[in-house]
C-alpha cells in the first residue's frame, strides 16, 4: 500500500512538473484544461486546488500590480504582467533535483546576501518566497493556498524583488531626497529609470545568473569596503566597532550612486572630505594624487560636477563680494595699510579705479557693496601662478597657492571653498592631451620655473610669459568634487578620514528610518 502511495505521489508531481514547463509558452488562445489529453487518465489524482492554470496565474499576478506605479521598476513589472504572457521564473528550474539549475534559489541566495553590502537583509522578503516554494515542490498546500496561487505569488515576488535588487545595487538604496545636505551639494546622478528596469527584465530573459552576477558594483573601492566590512563585523560590537562600521556602510552607499556625468578615461575626483585629489588617467593606469585644500566648514566647498576647459597663467583675483563684505572691510577698518600690502586695487561700477581711502567703507558693513577688488597677479597672488576654471554657479575653481604651508596641515579646511593644490603644475600637465615638452616648458616659464627640455631653454622668458596666459584644452577633462569619508588611495589601500562638514550622520539616520541598516 506505502508503495503504491509512493508511486501515485511521483506520477502527481512528474504531471505537475510537465505542466510548470508548459506555463511559460501558453497563450490565452489555448486550451484552458490545466492536463493534456495524453494524462487524462492522471485526472482522479488531482484536488482542484492543485490544477495549474496559466490564464489564472496572469490574472492573480495582475490584480497584485500597482495601478499607480511608485518606481520605474514598478512601472516595468506593470508593463511586462499586462502586456505580456512570458513567465520568468515558472519553469523545469522550479522544481529541478539539480541545485545549478534552480534559478529561483539562486535569487533568494543573491538576496539574502545583501548585508555583504551593508544592507538590512530583511529588506526582501526570502523567507516568505522560500515556504512558498517549499509548498509548491512538497505539494503541501497550506493557508488555504492553491497551485496558482503560491506560483503567481512566487512569480510575481520574484520579478518585482529582482527589478529592485539591481536597480537599488546599480543606483543606491536611499531615495534622492536623503542624499544631500543642503541644496548647494548636490552633484547630478544617474538614476533606475524605465528603460533600465527594462533592459534588467532583457537580461533576466536572457541569462538570470549573468544578469545577477552583472548587477554587483564592481568598483575597486567598492570590492575593498565589502571585504572591510566582513573584516570590521568579525571585531564585535563595540564603539570602535560601530565608528568604523557606519563609516564603511555610509560610504557604501555613496559608492552605488552613479555620476550623471560620463568620466571617460581621464577624469579628476576631489574628495573634499579627505583633503586629496587624484587624477585618474585609464589609459595609462596612472593616478596623479595630490593633498589640497578646501573650504572651511563656514565657507563649505560646494560637491559638484563640472568640465575643466582652460587653465589660466598668472590671473588676477576678482575677490568676492561675500569677502569683501566679511573679511576685507572689517580688515580695513583695522588696518588701512591692508589694499597696498596685498597689492589689491578698487574699482566702481563703471571700472574705473578709485582710491580706498576715499570710500566710506563702513557705510556697506554687511551690505552690497559698489565696488570690485581685484588683487595683481604677481607673486603672493591668491590664486597663486595657475588656476584651472570650469562652468559652475559658485565661483569656485582649482588653483595653485602661495601659502604652501597649509598643505603640511591635517586639517585643510581653510579656503573660502576653492581648492588649492599642492602639485598645480603636474596637474596642468596631466590635463594635456599627451606629453608635449616645449609645451609644458612654456607653461613652466609662465610661472617663473626654469624650462627642462633643450628647446625649452631657448625660448624668450619675456615671450613665452606674454605669449601664455590661456590655454584651452583641446578635450575638456571631467571634474567631480565629492565628499568620501571612505577612499581608496592611489597605493590601493583604504583609507578613513574624518567628517569635517559633519554630513553622515543624515546619510546614517536616513538609512536607520528606511531600516536599510544590517
Partial sequence: MEELCMRNRRLLWGAVILFVVCLAACKKEKPQSPIPDSLASLQEL????????????????????????????DSALLAHYREKDEFFWLNDSLVSDKPAAQVADSMLFWLGDISRHGINPNLYSVDSIRERLQQIRSLKLQEGKTMNRLLADVEYQLTAAYLSYVCQLKFGFLPSEHRWNDSINRIPLKHCDVTFANAALDSLRANPIA??????????LY????????????????????????????????????????????????????????????ETDSILEMRICVGSVKNKTPLLSSRIYYMELNPYW??????????????????????????????DKNGLQVNPHQVNWAKYAGKGVPYTVKQDNKTGNSLGRIIFRFPNPHSVYLHDTPSRWAFTLKNRAVSHGCVRLQKAL????????????????????????????????????????????????????????????????????????????????????????????P
Avoid at 544578469?211 to 575597486?220: C, D, I, N, T
Avoid at 557604501?252 to 577624469?267: H, V
Fill in 426 to 517: 603636474d596637474f596642468a600637465f596631466f590635463l594635456l592631451k599627451e606629453p608635449d615638452e616645449l609645451l609644458e616648458d612654456r607653461i613652466r616659464i609662465a610661472m617663473d620655473i626654469k624650462p627642462v627640455s633643450e628647446e625649452g631653454k631657448k625660448l624668450p622668458v619675456s615671450a613665452a610669459y606674454r605669449e601664455l596666459k590661456h590655454y584651452s584644452l583641446e578635450k575638456y577633462i571631467p571634474l567631480f568634487i565629492d565628499y568620501q569619508t571612505v577612499y581608496l588611495s592611489a597605493d590601493n589601500n583604504l583609507r578613513y578620514c574624518e567628517d569635517i562638514y559633519k554630513y553622515d550622520p543624515s546619510l546614517l539616520e536616513a538609512m536607520n528610518n528606511l531600516n536599510l541598516k
Fill in 318 to 347: 576678482n575677490v568676492p563680494q561675500s569677502i569683501i563684505r566679511k573679511e576685507i572691510i572689517p580688515t580695513y577698518r583695522r588696518d588701512t595699510t591692508y589694499f597696498t600690502r596685498n597689492r589689491m586695487k578698487v574699482y
Fill in 211 to 220: 544578469a545577477l552576477r552583472g548587477a554587483q558594483p564592481s568598483s575597486p
Fill in 46 to 73: 488531482f484536488n482542484p486546488a492543485y490544477q495549474i492554470d496559466a490564464d489564472s496565474i496572469r490574472l492573480m499576478i495582475r490584480s497584485y500590480l500597482n495601478e499607480n506605479p511608485i518606481t520605474p521598476w
Fill in 223 to 282: 570590492r575593498k569596503m565589502q571585504e572591510e566590512l566582513v573584516r570590521v563585523n568579525a571585531w564585535g560590537k563595540t564603539d570602535t566597532t560601530d565608528y568604523y562600521r557606519n563609516r564603511l556602510l555610509v560610504n557604501m552607499e555613496r559608492a552605488r550612486w552613479q555620476y550623471a556625468l560620463d568620466k571617460g578615461q581621464k577624469y579628476v575626483i576631489a574628495n573634499v572630505a579627505a583633503f586629496m585629489l587624484q587624477a585618474i588617467n585609464e
